[in-house]
């Protein structure tokens, strides 16, 4: 049983006083109670018997007057009846109130009442003599009255028996009550004097021991502190000699251990020497074989000795320097670390020792060990340390090689993207020129070989992107750049660019998604490349007539985990051991297959599973290795299953980090009123105001767009599916159309294709404003412009005046700026063909001089250039006033870093790549950045 501290016994004792203290209150306070009740009962039940008393003689009253006035006829006694008899009605009424919680009481009141209400009667049928009425007729109605009495009587004499019955009761209750609280009284205050009693011997008796533990305690102090104070010199000293001298003295100062001798133990020779002592005897030997005496027992058994009770002929002494004493005990203890034997600590007592006092000096040999082992792993450390310092400068020579490597690897991907990237920006810059009859009419071969030259330069380029791509993600510069995505977003972006690609070499292109998958944190361009390359490698490898399904579930780790490894199946685990889900991409077609020993080999890059010169399907080998890189970077695994000529299925799992709160929630509804019009102002729309259609089918965005181009003066019809944005389009025949491509039923590109394709729409610019940025795709199908959302109202605005609803553009200046003559050549006759002006410069510098000469509305500008380059030519622009406002598109082929976009952050219009230039982008995005720029009419 758990024994009590003396505080928590005081607590308890206090406690159990208070509980008999209030369990007393408690008692006497419902005795009182009681009593009050008891009291109560008394009294009402004396008032019970008075009141029937009271009834019963103004009964008898009521009864002498009544034969008063029979004998007299005086009508003064019938007044004096009637106001007994109304008495007799109140005492009643009190009667009934009284006794409510008697029923039986209750009963005979109502019973009285009746009997009262009878012998009233016959009081009324006496007042006045019947003429012709008999002797006997007489004597039968006083009879009848008399028997009336008669049981009045008896129900109040019921009554009285009643009430002084119940008196009795209660009384005798009363006494029981009284004697009953007494005796718990006494027996409570009995117990509870017992109860202090023993509480109070307790706590004497704890109090003592507590005095006794807190002496121990002391003791138990005073050794901590020795403790403490070798700890302290275990750490400050690193020299041996030292440690085992101010160990010794330290133990020394301990009256109970004057002297202390300290063996060490010689491995190689198996013997104890002496290397410390502590007022230790002169002829004290100064080996001992290990196999010798009670020190060598000691030594070998690893157990402490203690010895005590010695004779005079023990010759055992303590030299105290004026006489030789003879000690009181002897502990020796061995000094171990991790079961090696390092020397053996022997003390003379000068009294005999406690258990305490041994485990002290038990402990300190612990410590001692450790110290001495520390000391000894010092020295070697230092005999170490100058061959570790002769390996670490040849380390950082090797790291200062590697960086430098690194580093010209970093510079050598940047140069190659730039000198790669730009001729062939050319090739396929003028090859387009050509092809599209720019620079003259081509007859039917030449055009063919224009085309030829185009699509080869394409295929180049993308060859470059892919390796520049794997290069970057391979030497780790290629981060995450997480953010919130909807899988429902990423897999009808990859339809949509992969259905015409299908459709043409005849296949069914399938996409299914599960339904409210929700959002989570993803690199979007990261895994949209994921699924675009296994569409694409699926369609490729797919006969005519076939089918390719993409599909998007959220699945559990244990699935994934689930997933074995075959003959036809190959497996990469996911990395990410923590999320306890992952989305799965899944693309499966009904294509040629892969043969088992193919398998193996198809993640390598640059490997054809087909290697034979005569190949029946292009490709480089590279798309699936960046797909493997790019599913590695996220954390995520991989799973490939195919049967020759059956099909393939590739499954992608991504780790399912959920979206933060803030990309959870919706936007509030924007309000329709109160946005501010261009220069501060709002712009009615009128009856000749252009009409702007917006096919968009979430109501907030509608809403949107509806404020903004209304405040502007534009008016505005909306249209919620593709169907009816047709219809409406034909019938309403807008001056433009803002279109989303995301929605119900048929997308924004159909949309797209057949209002350009219908001779009475296809002249009406459509401003594509949607979530999937595919500028390329269209500029392609004809779009004027390509926003991405989120828009802003400015940019909206802006490329609405772009497309020629805010007047036609002047013949601006356009200054180009690139080292590269043919890249400067290929924009400006692009920038020509357009209606504006160039201004070419081959030069940073000769750029700056262009531009104080002859100040251009805009600069094109390409990056990388010798001696100044782009950004140092933004910088001493933006520097001064008088060009700070000059709009400026960035077209380069440099591998843009996280640093260099986060230098060109605010201080550009647009950031556009060498290898993804298309001219209509380029252009959409110069008109952009011109109609932004200029000020709108009122």
């Given at each position: 049983m758990?024994?009590?501290?003396?505080?928590?016994?005081?607590?308890?004792?206090?406690?159990?006083?208070?509980?008999?203290?209030?369990?007393?209150?408690?008692?006497g306070?419902?005795?009182?109670?009681?009593?009050?009740?008891?009291?109560?009962?008394?009294?009402?039940?004396?008032?019970?018997?008075?009141?029937?008393?009271?009834?019963?003689?103004?009964?008898?009253?009521?009864?002498?007057?009544?034969?008063?006035?029979?004998?007299?006829?005086?009508?003064?006694?019938?007044?004096?009846?009637?106001?007994?008899?109304a008495?007799?009605?109140?005492?009643?009424r009190?009667?009934?109130?009284?006794?409510?919680?008697?029923?039986?009481?209750?009963?005979?009141?109502?019973?009285?009442?009746?009997?009262?209400?009878?012998r009233?009667?016959?009081?009324?049928?006496n007042?006045?003599?019947?003429?012709?009425?008999?002797?006997q007729?007489?004597?039968?109605?006083?009879?009848?009255?008399?028997?009336?009495?008669?049981?009045?009587?008896?129900l109040?004499?019921?009554?009285?028996t009643?009430?002084?019955?119940?008196?009795?009761?209660?009384?005798?209750?009363?006494?029981?009550?009284?004697?009953?609280?007494?005796?718990?009284?006494?027996?409570?205050?009995?117990?509870?004097?017992?109860?202090?009693?023993?509480?109070?011997?307790?706590?004497?008796?704890?109090?003592?021991?507590?005095?006794?533990a807190?002496?121990?305690?002391?003791?138990?102090?005073?050794?901590?502190?020795?403790?403490?104070?070798?700890l302290?010199?275990?750490?400050?000293?690193?020299?041996?000699?030292?440690?085992?001298?101010?160990?010794?003295?330290?133990?020394?100062?301990?009256?109970?251990?004057?002297?202390?001798?300290?063996?060490?133990?010689?491995?190689?020779?198996?013997?104890?020497?002496?290397?410390?002592?502590?007022?230790a005897?002169?002829?004290?030997?100064?080996?001992?074989?290990?196999?010798?005496?009670?020190?060598?027992?000691?030594?070998?058994?690893?157990?402490?000795?203690?010895?005590?009770?010695?004779?005079?002929?023990?010759?055992?002494?303590?030299?105290t320097?004026?006489?030789?004493?003879?000690?009181?005990?002897?502990?020796?203890?061995?000094?171990?670390?991790?079961?090696?034997?390092?020397g053996?600590?022997?003390?003379?007592?000068?009294?005999?020792?406690?258990?305490?006092?041994?485990?002290?000096?038990e402990?300190?040999?612990?410590?001692?060990?450790?110290?001495?082992?520390?000391?000894?792993?010092?020295?070697?450390?230092?005999?170490?340390?100058?061959?570790?310092?002769?390996?670490?400068?040849?380390?950082?020579?090797?790291?200062?090689?590697?960086?430098?490597?690194?580093?010209?690897?970093?510079?050598?991907?940047?140069?190659?993207?730039?000198?790669?990237?730009?001729?062939?920006?050319?090739?396929?810059?003028?090859?387009?020129?050509?092809?599209?009859?720019?620079?003259?009419?081509?007859?039917?071969?030449?055009?063919?070989?224009?085309?030829?030259i185009?699509?080869?330069?394409?295929?180049l380029?993308?060859?470059?992107?892919?390796?520049?791509?794997?290069?970057?993600?391979?030497?780790?510069?290629?981060?995450?750049?997480?953010?919130?995505?909807?899988?429902s977003?990423?897999?009808?972006?990859?339809?949509?660019?992969?259905?015409?690609?299908?459709?043409?070499?005849?296949?069914?292109?399938?996409?299914?998604?599960?339904?409210?998958?929700?959002?989570?944190?993803?690199?979007?361009?990261?895994?949209?490349?994921?699924?675009?390359?296994?569409?694409?490698?699926?369609?490729?490898?797919?006969?005519?007539g076939?089918?390719?399904?993409?599909?998007?579930?959220?699945?559990?780790?244990?699935?994934?985990?689930?997933?074995?490894?075959?003959?036809?199946?190959?497996?990469?685990?996911?990395?990410?051991?923590?999320?306890?889900?992952?989305?799965?991409?899944?693309?499966?077609d009904s294509?040629?297959?892969?043969?088992?020993?193919?398998i193996?080999?198809?993640?390598?890059?640059?490997?054809?599973?087909?290697?034979?010169?005569?190949?029946?399907?292009?490709?480089?080998?590279?798309?699936?290795?960046?797909?493997?890189?790019?599913?590695?970077?996220?954390g995520?695994?991989?799973?490939?299953?195919?049967?020759?000529?059956?099909?393939?299925?590739?499954?992608?799992?991504?780790?399912?980090?959920?979206?933060?709160?803030?990309?959870?929630?919706?936007?509030?509804?924007?309000?329709?009123?109160?946005?501010?019009?261009?220069?501060?102002?709002?712009?009615e729309?009128?009856?000749?105001?252009?009409?702007?259609?917006?096919?968009?089918?979430?109501?907030?965005?509608?809403?949107?767009?509806?404020?903004?181009?209304?405040?502007?003066?534009?008016?505005?019809?909306?249209?919620?599916?593709?169907?009816?944005?047709?219809?409406r389009?034909?019938?309403?025949?807008?001056?433009?159309?803002?279109?989303?491509?995301?929605?119900?039923?048929?997308?924004?590109?159909?949309?797209?294709?057949?209002?350009?394709?219908?001779?009475?729409?296809?002249?009406?610019?459509?401003?594509?404003?949607?979530?999937?940025?595919?500028?390329?795709?269209?500029?392609?199908?004809?779009?004027?412009?390509?926003?991405?959302?989120?828009?802003?109202?400015?940019d909206l605005?802006?490329?609405?005046?772009?497309?020629?609803?805010?007047?036609?553009?002047p013949?601006?200046?356009?200054?180009?700026?690139?080292?590269?003559?043919?890249?400067?050549?290929?924009?400006?006759?692009?920038?020509?063909?357009?209606?504006?002006?160039?201004?070419?410069?081959?030069?940073?510098?000769?750029?700056?001089?262009?531009?104080?000469?002859?100040?251009p509305?805009?600069?094109?500008?390409?990056?990388?250039?010798?001696?100044?380059?782009?950004?140092?030519?933004?910088?001493?622009?933006?520097?001064?006033?008088?060009?700070?406002?000059?709009?400026?598109i960035?077209?380069?082929a440099?591998?843009?870093?996280?640093?260099?976009?986060?230098l060109?952050?605010?201080?550009?219009?647009?950031?556009?790549?060498?290898s993804?230039?298309?001219p209509?982008?380029?252009?959409?995005?110069?008109?952009?950045?011109l109609?932004?720029?200029?000020?709108?009419?009122?």
């Amino acid at each position: 049983m758990t024994r009590l501290s003396v505080q928590q016994l005081a607590t308890a004792g206090f406690l159990v006083a208070v509980a008999a203290i209030l369990s007393l209150a408690g008692i006497g306070w419902n005795f009182a109670r009681q009593t009050l009740e008891a009291s109560g009962f008394v009294s009402r039940t004396h008032q019970v018997i008075s009141v029937t008393s009271d009834i019963q003689s103004d009964i008898y009253r009521s009864e002498a007057a009544q034969r008063a006035y029979i004998a007299s006829r005086n009508p003064v006694y019938l007044d004096e009846r009637d106001a007994t008899l109304a008495v007799i009605d109140t005492g009643l009424r009190q009667f009934s109130w009284l006794t409510a919680d008697n029923p039986q009481q209750q009963a005979r009141a109502a019973e009285l009442r009746g009997e009262i209400a009878a012998r009233v009667q016959v009081f009324h049928e006496n007042e006045s003599l019947q003429p012709n009425e008999t002797p006997q007729a007489l004597d039968e109605r006083l009879s009848r009255g008399v028997r009336r009495l008669e049981r009045v009587r008896a129900l109040l004499d019921q009554i009285n028996t009643e009430e002084r019955r119940l008196l009795a009761e209660r009384e005798r209750v009363e006494d029981q009550r009284s004697q009953s609280t007494v005796t718990t009284f006494i027996v409570f205050l009995v117990a509870l004097v017992l109860l202090l009693g023993a509480i109070a011997w307790r706590l004497r008796l704890d109090w003592a021991a507590r005095q006794r533990a807190e002496q121990a305690v002391g003791e138990e102090r005073r050794y901590d502190a020795l403790h403490a104070r070798a700890l302290t010199l275990y750490n400050a000293q690193a020299t041996r000699e030292v440690v085992l001298a101010e160990t010794l003295a330290l133990i020394g100062e301990n009256p109970l251990f004057p002297v202390a001798v300290f063996y060490e133990h010689e491995e190689w020779g198996g013997v104890l020497r002496t290397v410390a002592r502590h007022n230790a005897p002169a002829d004290l030997k100064g080996v001992l074989r290990i196999d010798d005496g009670l020190v060598g027992a000691v030594a070998r058994s690893g157990k402490p000795a203690y010895l005590e009770h010695f004779d005079a002929a023990s010759g055992l002494r303590i030299e105290t320097g004026l006489a030789s004493l003879r000690p009181a005990a002897l502990l020796i203890c061995p000094v171990s670390y991790q079961g090696r034997l390092i020397g053996v600590l022997a003390l003379a007592a000068a009294a005999p020792l406690s258990t305490r006092d041994r485990g002290f000096i038990e402990r300190l040999c612990a410590q001692f060990a450790v110290a001495l082992h520390n000391l000894g792993q010092l020295q070697e450390l230092n005999l170490l340390a100058e061959q570790l310092r002769v390996r670490g400068e040849d380390i950082q020579v090797k790291n200062a090689e590697l960086e430098k490597a690194d580093r010209m690897k970093s510079e050598f991907l940047a140069n190659m993207s730039h000198e790669l990237r730009t001729p062939l920006n050319a090739v396929i810059g003028f090859s387009g020129l050509m092809k599209d009859g720019l620079a003259g009419d081509l007859n039917a071969e030449q055009r063919e070989y224009a085309n030829d030259i185009h699509v080869s330069g394409k295929h180049l380029l993308s060859l470059i992107n892919d390796i520049l791509d794997l290069s970057k993600v391979e030497s780790g510069h290629m981060p995450l750049e997480l953010g919130a995505a909807e899988p429902s977003h990423i897999m009808t972006s990859a339809a949509s660019l992969m259905r015409e690609k299908a459709a043409t070499r005849r296949l069914r292109l399938n996409a299914v998604c599960a339904p409210d998958l929700g959002s989570l944190q993803l690199d979007l361009r990261k895994s949209k490349q994921i699924v675009f390359n296994l569409l694409s490698n699926a369609i490729k490898f797919t006969p005519e007539g076939g089918v390719v399904t993409l599909a998007m579930k959220r699945v559990a780790r244990a699935d994934v985990d689930g997933v074995l490894e075959a003959q036809d199946t190959r497996v990469f685990r996911p990395s990410e051991r923590t999320l306890p889900s992952f989305l799965e991409i899944r693309v499966e077609d009904s294509g040629i297959g892969i043969a088992p020993d193919g398998i193996g080999r198809l993640f390598q890059p640059f490997v054809q599973i087909d290697s034979s010169l005569s190949r029946e399907y292009e490709g480089t080998g590279l798309g699936l290795t960046m797909v493997k890189r790019l599913v590695e970077l996220h954390g995520g695994g991989l799973m490939l299953r195919s049967t020759p000529h059956v099909g393939t299925t590739f499954v992608v799992w991504l780790p399912w980090r959920p979206a933060g709160d803030e990309t959870q929630r919706e936007p509030p509804l924007p309000e329709p009123v109160g946005l501010p019009a261009a220069h501060g102002r709002l712009r009615e729309a009128g009856p000749d105001a252009p009409l702007i259609l917006v096919v968009e089918d979430d109501p907030r965005t509608a809403t949107l767009m509806r404020a903004q181009l209304e405040s502007d003066g534009y008016r505005v019809e909306v249209a919620r599916s593709a169907e009816e944005g047709l219809t409406r389009a034909a019938a309403l025949m807008p001056a433009a159309l803002v279109l989303d491509i995301i929605l119900p039923g048929r997308d924004g590109w159909d949309l797209l294709s057949q209002l350009k394709e219908q001779p009475q729409t296809g002249h009406i610019p459509v401003v594509i404003v949607s979530i999937t940025a595919e500028a390329r795709r269209g500029f392609a199908l004809g779009a004027s412009q390509v926003l991405t959302k989120p828009v802003s109202k400015d940019d909206l605005l802006a490329a609405l005046a772009a497309v020629g609803l805010d007047g036609k553009l002047p013949a601006a200046r356009v200054l180009v700026v690139d080292d590269d003559p043919k890249a400067v050549t290929l924009v400006g006759k692009h920038l020509q063909s357009a209606g504006l002006v160039p201004m070419l410069a081959y030069s940073g510098r000769e750029a700056l001089e262009v531009v104080h000469q002859q100040r251009p509305a805009l600069i094109v500008l390409d990056l990388m250039m010798p001696q100044l380059s782009g950004f140092d030519v933004i910088e001493a622009l933006r520097g001064r006033s008088d060009t700070a406002d000059i709009p400026i598109i960035v077209l380069t082929a440099k591998l843009l870093t996280v640093q260099d976009r986060a230098l060109l952050s605010g201080r550009v219009q647009q950031v556009m790549e060498k290898s993804d230039f298309q001219p209509a982008s380029l252009l959409a995005e110069v008109r952009r950045a011109l109609a932004k720029g200029r000020p709108r009419q009122a």
